[in-house]
């Protein structure tokens, strides 16, 4: 077997024996451990090649944070249940469920094209693991590149000191991730505010009803909050939500 099918294999095995530990404590712990980290080249690059990709493994869920479309989504289904005032409805779990699967289907092509340029390359073991990274940013490099902002990409440009030549030739992940990432947050806050206006107004509107009746005591949010709802199933909110959301990517 190659260096790379044991560094695989010594993973799952790593993974397994977690999970023995954890579910059999006593029995566990009195088994010998013996990892095989195989017999070419050095376990000491052995070695950290696995401790580099356990760590990558455990960095995974902020790197889908960072260089995909679920950061303005989830943060666009965040306004939209604090303009509805259902506090927990729908709960986290289900807001972030949603808009998971939303950006699965909206980067499922730029993941295929990934796929096929660099991991599928990986494994048939045509490259070496710096190639694939290389080739499989590429696709994500290209995606980021369509949505963000030209003036965020010069804010970290210019702070980093980095020539626009070296930008043009290999645009740093170190410059074009965070400038990507205030873009979103820009454009998650301008679909916010658009969301938030007729929420707004029926909260006005049945306030001041409440203050010529003189019920100023009674909590306008109660009021309110049943009639927000029904004109949000009316007008079908989620569809346009979700289908602007997604159309705003360009898929």
């Not at 950006?103 to 710096?130: C, K, R, W």
């Not at 694939?132 to 994500?140: G, Y």
């Not at 369509?146 to 003036?151: F, H, L, Q, W, Y």
């Not at 916010?192 to 909260?203: N, T």
Request: no cysteine; net charge neutral.
């Amino acid at each position: 077997m190659s260096r790379r099918k044991y560094l695989v294999l010594s993973t799952v095995t790593a993974a397994t024996l977690g999970i023995i530990w954890v579910a059999f404590p006593e029995s566990a712990a009195a088994q010998a451990l013996s990892l095989d980290l195989g017999q070419g080249g050095s376990t000491t690059s052995t070695i950290v090649q696995l401790i580099a990709l356990i760590t990558v493994l455990s960095l995974a869920p902020s790197l889908l944070v960072m260089v995909t479309s679920f950061t303005r989504i989830v943060i666009v289904l965040s306004f939209l249940r604090t303009a509805l005032g259902t506090q927990q409805t729908p709960p986290n779990q289900v807001l972030i469920s949603l808009a998971l699967f939303v950006t699965m289907f909206i980067m499922m092509p730029v993941f295929q094209e990934s796929y096929d340029t660099g991991i599928a390359p990986l494994i048939n073991e045509e490259i070496d693991e710096f190639q694939a990274f290389d080739r499989s940013m590429l696709p994500v490099k290209k995606f980021m590149m369509s949505i963000v902002r030209e003036r965020d990409l010069t804010l970290f440009a210019d702070i980093a000191k980095v020539s626009d030549q070296e930008i043009k030739d290999t645009m740093p992940l170190r410059i074009l991730i965070p400038a990507f990432m205030i873009s979103e947050l820009r454009r998650a806050f301008e679909i916010g505010f658009l969301i938030f206006i007729p929420f707004l107004i029926i909260d006005m509107v049945v306030a001041s009803v409440l203050m010529s009746m003189g019920m100023m005591m009674l909590p306008p949010i109660i009021i309110a909050l049943p009639f927000k709802i029904i004109f949000f199933v009316l007008v079908d909110g989620w569809y346009m939500v979700i289908g602007s959301l997604v159309r705003s990517f360009g898929t």
